[in-house]
């Protein structure tokens, strides 16, 4: 083709997308249009520069622009795409002067990202509360918990920083309590860094344990985790309103049955209640969406618009338990999907790959991860019959030190006994042992297969019965019954 591989969205999967495109095409023109400053960023890596575990800003950048200009890709920022006319095979492109220009592509790829959610409220205009789904958020909530007179600017050392930002809320007196509004990833992730920055922090989540999709047994343990460290947590605590005139100054909570709210007085709010996917680009186009308004998309990438094709946090996968299309927004899937759009474009068709839902989190000490199907209706309504069981064991042999109690909850189908789903938690080496899980479900293996697995075995590693092998065992004599 003539016409350009044009990629909008200079993060995980444009760029993936865009550099694989480059080598397995090098005599092809790629163009990347990001309408914001920020490229190729580790967006999951915030909250551990928020709590000063990351020194520099900059060690949280993938690229750099002149990194990207030198793997020949034209890449323009302060560029939106705000308009695609499919049939034209055309984008329109507005700079931040207003400015407005078309070009045509041979294949497009929508790389939009997405936004975060603030529920009933909105945070804009209200100093102190934020939401963090940016760089930007993050350099400016870095700013906000430090002491006026102790803030160092050096943090935030990269020229795409919203300079202005982070000098107001640097300057404003520091925060002394926090309200995290939601109890997520982000909420998990953004109470242990404001700990660390000594504030008194209480995170607000509207279901009864934390982290909902990794089920109550990793919620409890999370949770525990959290108020050992001074985090007061409550559940079952819905926010209705952020109060404060110009700076934040309580939340208010509902507790239903017509009483009154309940105000909690905080001078700081973080809210991370979800995200939606950036798909404004295509209204008009006719393009098909599908789970949570993301852009449905094929195993190679493809929307239902000729040569347009979709990745990352505004697109959907094929989930491996289900084989239906379902939106889990995270870091691998927008990378794998990029690179793999690159090089379909370039000549050489290849598949976007499948989704488990396999995500890891921490709370000081404690590790999470899940992966695959583990609420029960979710499983019924995919049309299994689900049986889970629960079990505690060792991390390594219990004789040797650093032993500590982990535990591992498998779903399975009744009928065919097929592995749906697991989660870990524990303080040593927990999380890592997902992968095991993983791996068997995407080969679509049995609780009998799994419990059959030969894991490695050593007293400084793990027991004889690695903690899934016993959790296999387990299920797999519940199945039998």
């Known amino acids: ?77 302060g560029h939106e795409v705000v308009a695609v006319d499919p049939d034209a095979k055309r984008v329109t492109v507005e700079t931040a002067d207003g400015d407005r220009s078309e070009r045509a592509y041979g294949g497009l790829l929508v790389a939009t990202g997405a936004r975060a959610t603030t529920g009933p409220f909105d945070v804009r205009g209200v100093d102190g509360a934020f939401t963090l789904h940016d760089m930007d958020a993050a350099a400016a909530i870095d700013a906000y918990v430090a002491e006026p007179d102790a803030y160092d600017p050096a943090r935030a050392d990269v020229s795409a920083v919203d300079r202005e930002r982070v000098d107001r809320n640097a300057a404003m007196p520091a925060p002394e309590t926090a309200a995290v509004v939601g109890g997520g990833y982000v909420g998990v992730e953004v109470a242990e860094a404001l700990t660390e920055r000594g504030l008194d922090v209480h995170v607000f989540h509207r279901s009864g344990h934390l982290l909902s999709p990794f089920g109550e047994t990793v919620g409890n343990r999370v949770e525990a985790a959290l108020e050992a460290e001074g985090v007061t947590v409550h559940t079952n605590a819905p926010v209705d309103a952020l109060v404060g005139d110009g700076r934040i100054e309580a939340i208010e909570v509902g507790r ?15 809210v991370g209640v979800g995200i939606r996917p950036n798909t404004d680009l295509l209204d008009g186009t006719g393009v098909d969406l599908g789970p ?26 094929r989930h491996a338990v289900t084989g239906e299309p379902d939106w889990v927004p995270l870091g691998l899937t927008a990378n794998r999907a990029g690179r793999a759009i690159g090089a379909t474009v370039a000549g050489d068709p290849t598949p976007v790959g499948d989704i488990a839902g396999t995500a890891a989190v921490k709370a000081f000490d404690a590790e999470a991860a899940r992966v695959g199907i583990l609420d029960r209706d979710e499983a019924e309504a995919a049309g299994f019959d689900p049986v889970s069981e629960t079990v505690t064991a ?58 059959r697995l030969d894991l490695a075995y050593a007293p400084p590693f793990s027991p004889v019965w690695d903690p899934i092998l016993v959790a296999a065992k387990v299920l797999n004599g519940t199945l039998d019954d």
């Open 394 to 451: 060792g991390s390594r042999s219990g004789y040797y030190p650093g032993a500590a109690e982990t535990d591992v909850t498998l779903v399975a189908d009744r009928d065919t006994k097929r592995l749906l789903g697991g989660s870990i938690v524990g303080t040593d080496r927990a999380a890592v042992r997902i992968d095991t899980l993983a791996t068997a479900i995407e080969a679509d293996m049995t609780v009998p297969e799994v419990e």
């Open 292 to 317: 949570g308004e993301a852009i449905r998309v094929d195993d190679h990438g493809r929307t239902s618009l000729p040569d347009v094709y979709a990745a990352g946090d505004c697109a959907t996968a």
């Open 256 to 270: 239903g049955g017509g009483e009154a709210p309940e105000r909690f007085p905080v001078d700081m709010a973080v």
């Open 1 to 77: 083709m003539s016409d350009p591989f044009v990629v909008v969205g200079a993060d995980a999967a444009g760029l993936s997308a865009a550099s694989k495109f480059r080598r397995e095409a090098p005599d092809r023109e790629v163009v990347v249009f990001e309408k914001g400053r920020w490229i190729s960023y580790a967006y999951c890596g915030m909250p551990y520069f928020i709590a000063g575990y990351v020194d520099r800003m900059s060690n949280l950048l993938s690229l750099s622009p002149s990194e990207v200009d030198e793997r020949g890709i034209d890449l323009r920022r």
